[in-house]
T-cell receptor, first 114, second 115 residues
């Protein structure tokens, strides 16, 4: 089955700096890659996603890049703010009838210091 | 976006008992998914619930421990049976992903503590 590795497990940055979280996946059939933000005591919230026919996607301060050949994708947060502090999860799905089945990375605890 | 309601939101359960979690969606969906998130851990898929057929379980999860019902296209239940402290987790249902353009949404989660 699919295996998703996520790094780093913890990331500490100063407000205004950029943060990058990287994930690798094992199944070349995976074609959908969402990123979720989970604040303490809350459910995971989708922040951005990318599909395999796209190499990069951007939404304001958040961007995701995908390298299908290397089987890795990354989350980039620019101009970080204290409210960006949370746990971030990457995930992968092989699509088709399994489109909703997500394999998650281990999570990254992001701390943004004012 | 889909609105997903889960009940209970939190519960404290006695060891050896069973608890049923309900998931209600505001629109008809073909597949619903149940995930578990143990304390400080990532999310792991328990099973896929399709209306009109038996749920499909992932490796490490069995029907006797996590029976699932899917009586219609907007509702599903997950039962955690014969609970032990190791079952203390957040249980989340999700919907979506039925096609390339569909986003996957999560319910608010059910926080279970087994004592």
């Amino acid at each position: 089955g699919e295996n998703v590795e996520q790094h780093p497990s913890t990331l500490s940055v100063q407000e205004g700096d950029s943060a990058v979280i990287k994930c690798t996946y094992s199944d070349s059939a995976s074609n959908y890659f969402p990123w979720y933000k989970q604040e303490l005591g809350k459910r995971p919230q989708l922040i951005i996603d990318i599909r395999s026919n796209v190499g990069e996607k951007k939404d304001q301060r958040i961007a995701v890049t995908l390298n299908k050949t290397a089987k890795h994708f990354s989350l980039h947060i620019t101009e970080t703010q204290p409210e960006d502090s949370a746990v971030y999860f990457c995930a992968a799905s092989i699509g088709g009838t399994s489109y909703g089945k997500l394999t998650f990375g281990q999570g990254t605890i992001l701390t943004v210091h004012p | 976006s889909a609105v997903i309601s889960q009940k209970p939101s939190r519960d404290i359960c006695q060891r050896g008992t069973s608890l049923t979690i309900q998931c209600q969606v505001d629109s008809q969906v073909t597949m619903m998914f149940w995930y578990r998130q143990q304390p400080g851990q990532s999310l792991t898929l328990i099973a896929t619930a399709n209306q009109g057929s038996e749920a499909t379980y992932e490796s490490g999860f069995v029907i006797d421990k996590f029976p699932i019902s899917r009586p219609n296209l907007t509702f599903s239940t997950l039962t955690v049976s014969n609970m032990s402290p190791e079952d203390s987790s957040i249980y989340l249902c999700s919907v979506g992903g039925g096609g390339p353009g569909n986003t996957i949404y999560f319910g608010e989660g059910s926080w279970l503590t087994v004592v």
